[in-house]
């Protein structure tokens, strides 16, 4: 099974709606991260935590809101999806020391 | 804060010839440095890290950088490219200390021809 899990995979939405991704990990990291890929600017941070109750903003968090759950879980959501929120959204884990950064799948959202 | 150049979008190369991703980093503090390689429909994944000791870093599947602290670059190369490494390459920097997170270059895409 994989370490870090995104769900959806791929989400088409309309202009307007609620969305939210979830993201899950089981390698006992306590620090998460959601950042979006789109192309030709790389991947931006959108928020990240550094364990349960330190949930902080990133370069691009306008938009978005977050919930950590539990240590194992970090979700994403628009509360009100606009078109330019199409993009590819990746969360990643790392340990304490934060020197390595590990990746989902990702999630392919549409918003049209 | 960091931030990151990679100076090629895009890098064509033949099968079997040598590939140098150029990546320069600006920070006012002492980073670590990151290449990360996306294939196709995929998420990211680590090629190789420096964090400290010797500026020439291997890292898997055959791929190498070297720290240059005067250049503030990290530049990533592979002696001989294989179909199989066409891919979007990703840079990246963190702080060295501190409440922090990772700063990623806008990608170059390695496109390997036959």
């Known amino acids: 099974d994989a370490d870090v899990t995104q769900t959806p995979r791929n989400r088409i939405t309309k202009t307007g709606k609620r969305i939210m991704l979830e993201c899950s990990q089981t390698?006992?990291?306590?620090?998460m991260y959601w950042y979006r890929q789109d192309p030709g600017l790389g991947l931006r941070l959108i928020y990240y935590s550094f364990d349960v109750k330190d949930i902080n903003k990133g370069e691009i968090s306008d938009g978005y809101s977050v919930s950590r759950q539990a240590q194992a879980k970090f979700s994403l959501s628009l509360e009100s999806a606009i078109p330019n929120q199409t993009a590819l959204y990746f969360c990643?884990?790392?340990?304490?020391?934060?020197?390595?950064?590990?990746f989902g799948p990702g999630t392919r959202l549409t918003v049209l | 804060a960091q931030s990151v150049t990679q100076l090629d979008s895009q890098v064509p190369v033949f099968e079997e010839a040598p590939v140098e991703l150029r990546c320069n980093y600006s920070s006012s503090v002492s980073v670590y440095l990151f290449w990360y390689v996306q294939y196709p429909n995929q998420g990211l994944q680590l090629l190789l890290k420096y964090l400290s000791g010797s500026t020439l870093v291997k890292g898997i599947n055959g791929f190498e950088a070297e720290f240059n602290k005067s250049q503030t670059s990290f530049h990533l190369r592979k002696p001989s490219v294989h179909i199989s490494d066409t891919a979007e390459y990703f840079c990246a920097v963190i702080r060295d200390t501190g409440r922090r997170a990772l700063t990623f270059g806008s990608g170059t895409r390695l496109q390997v021809q036959p």
């Open positions: 390698k006992g990291h306590d620090r």
């Open positions: 990643a884990t790392s340990d304490s020391r934060g020197n390595t950064q590990y």
